[in-house]
């Protein structure tokens, strides 16, 4: 089975291509991915051969090269990761997040319309459904109602492949995930910026009282989810995929926290950011319909993750650079 992964180089895009090579022998894997701060090559430079895995430096919006790359690999699916995905970039820049998530999206849903791709799986967000708080957690049906540039983005693209499937038949099926977290993240999200700080003994910035909530999902549990869809989907549904794991941020710095044995005074709380969303929250009955649940338990997949980044500090120290956290909260003490 031939697999082309927009974004593969990406932290769940990743993690997905080492979940497919280890489950199937016979998948042929073309990455593409545009290599953007948070797309590394380093992520999946073990098991790229050249052969049975590829990668092809290309940039979804780039028309040309991405349609003469389906052409040329003839993919059986097409799962595209590939997007911009900080909230906190989106609020300095929007631009990025609408040229990618929206116009790179709809690049990838009308080449797979003109070269009749069998399957696009189109990666979507649990942050299209907007702040949950107060509310039941959203099913499938629940109304977008997006808060950052990035989820407007993201909920843009995801309705641009609804539209697809409605008009043109497109066979595609839209995944929303809960938060991932796991080995290969980015830096600047939450749990590995907790981590490698704490490594530091550098202070943890927290946004306003830490009381947000979010549903955290192992990143391997989620590459599962996409694997039973591939195969049991239904195309031109979509499908949330929860962590069943609700936490609030403070009780995830703290969980890092106390894993790692250091002091919770570390903890410092800053100013929250615009738009911030309290809650996200979903049902899951179709995809624990098809079969699917999450099998890592929280404690054993934090652990994991800690684990991780404190044996693989070649990966994740050339990225401590003022150039890459110019938009964060204070990176240094
Ligand atoms: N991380 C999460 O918790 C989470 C939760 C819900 C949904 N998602 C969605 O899952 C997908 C993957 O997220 P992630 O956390 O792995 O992101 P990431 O930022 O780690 O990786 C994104 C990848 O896309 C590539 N990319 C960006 N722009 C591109 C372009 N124009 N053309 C080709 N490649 C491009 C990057 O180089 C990178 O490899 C995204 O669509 C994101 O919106 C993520």
Request: hydrophobic share 35%; proline share 7%.
């Given at each position: 089975m031939r697999f082309l992964i927009t974004?593969?180089?990406g932290f769940m895009g990743s993690n997905f291509v080492r979940y497919i090579v280890g489950k199937h022998s016979d998948a042929e894997i073309l990455v593409y991915d545009k290599l953007t701060y948070a797309g590394r090559v380093e992520n999946i430079e073990d098991i790229l051969d050249g052969k049975r895995v590829r990668l092809v430096k290309g940039d979804i919006c780039d028309e040309g090269q991405f349609q003469e790359t389906v052409r040329d690999f003839k993919p059986d699916v097409v799962v595209n990761f590939a997007a911009e995905t900080h909230v906190d970039r989106s609020i300095n820049e929007p631009a990025p997040f609408l040229k990618t998530n929206v116009f790179g999206a709809f690049v990838v849903l009308e080449t797979a319309r003109k070269q009749d791709i069998p399957l696009i799986i189109h990666i979507s967000t649990?942050?299209?459904?907007g702040d949950m708080e107060g509310k039941p957690p959203a099913t499938e049906e629940s109304p977008f109602k997006p808060s950052s540039p990035y989820s407007a983005s993201k909920a843009s693209g995801d309705l641009l492949a609804q539209s697809y499937h409605r008009t043109y038949g497109l066979p595609v099926i839209i995944l929303r995930p809960s938060n991932n977290y796991g080995p290969y993240q980015f830096p600047e999200k939450l749990i590995p910026k907790t981590i490698i700080r704490a490594l530091y003994g550098y202070s943890i910035p927290i946004y306003g009282r830490g009381d947000q909530v979010r549903d955290w999902l192992y990143v391997e549990d989620f590459a599962r989810a996409v694997e039973i869809v591939i195969f049991k989907g239904k195309k031109g549904e979509a499908y949330n995929i929860p962590g069943f794991n609700e936490k609030t941020n403070l009780e995830v710095v703290k969980t890092i926290l106390k894993a790692m044995n250091k002091p919770l005074s570390l903890i410092k709380h800053v100013e929250d950011r615009p738009g911030h969303d309290r809650r996200y929250a979903m049902r899951g009955d179709k995809i624990l319909a098809l079969g699917w649940k999450p099998k890592t338990p929280w404690e054993e997949g934090i652990r994991k993750t800690i684990e991780w980044y404190i044996s693989n500090e070649w990966w994740w120290?050339?990225?401590?650079s003022d150039k890459y956290f110019s938009v964060e909260t204070p990176w240094r003490r």
């Amino acid at each position: 089975m031939r697999f082309l992964i927009t974004g593969g180089a990406g932290f769940m895009g990743s993690n997905f291509v080492r979940y497919i090579v280890g489950k199937h022998s016979d998948a042929e894997i073309l990455v593409y991915d545009k290599l953007t701060y948070a797309g590394r090559v380093e992520n999946i430079e073990d098991i790229l051969d050249g052969k049975r895995v590829r990668l092809v430096k290309g940039d979804i919006c780039d028309e040309g090269q991405f349609q003469e790359t389906v052409r040329d690999f003839k993919p059986d699916v097409v799962v595209n990761f590939a997007a911009e995905t900080h909230v906190d970039r989106s609020i300095n820049e929007p631009a990025p997040f609408l040229k990618t998530n929206v116009f790179g999206a709809f690049v990838v849903l009308e080449t797979a319309r003109k070269q009749d791709i069998p399957l696009i799986i189109h990666i979507s967000t649990d942050e299209v459904y907007g702040d949950m708080e107060g509310k039941p957690p959203a099913t499938e049906e629940s109304p977008f109602k997006p808060s950052s540039p990035y989820s407007a983005s993201k909920a843009s693209g995801d309705l641009l492949a609804q539209s697809y499937h409605r008009t043109y038949g497109l066979p595609v099926i839209i995944l929303r995930p809960s938060n991932n977290y796991g080995p290969y993240q980015f830096p600047e999200k939450l749990i590995p910026k907790t981590i490698i700080r704490a490594l530091y003994g550098y202070s943890i910035p927290i946004y306003g009282r830490g009381d947000q909530v979010r549903d955290w999902l192992y990143v391997e549990d989620f590459a599962r989810a996409v694997e039973i869809v591939i195969f049991k989907g239904k195309k031109g549904e979509a499908y949330n995929i929860p962590g069943f794991n609700e936490k609030t941020n403070l009780e995830v710095v703290k969980t890092i926290l106390k894993a790692m044995n250091k002091p919770l005074s570390l903890i410092k709380h800053v100013e929250d950011r615009p738009g911030h969303d309290r809650r996200y929250a979903m049902r899951g009955d179709k995809i624990l319909a098809l079969g699917w649940k999450p099998k890592t338990p929280w404690e054993e997949g934090i652990r994991k993750t800690i684990e991780w980044y404190i044996s693989n500090e070649w990966w994740w120290k050339p990225l401590l650079s003022d150039k890459y956290f110019s938009v964060e909260t204070p990176w240094r003490r």
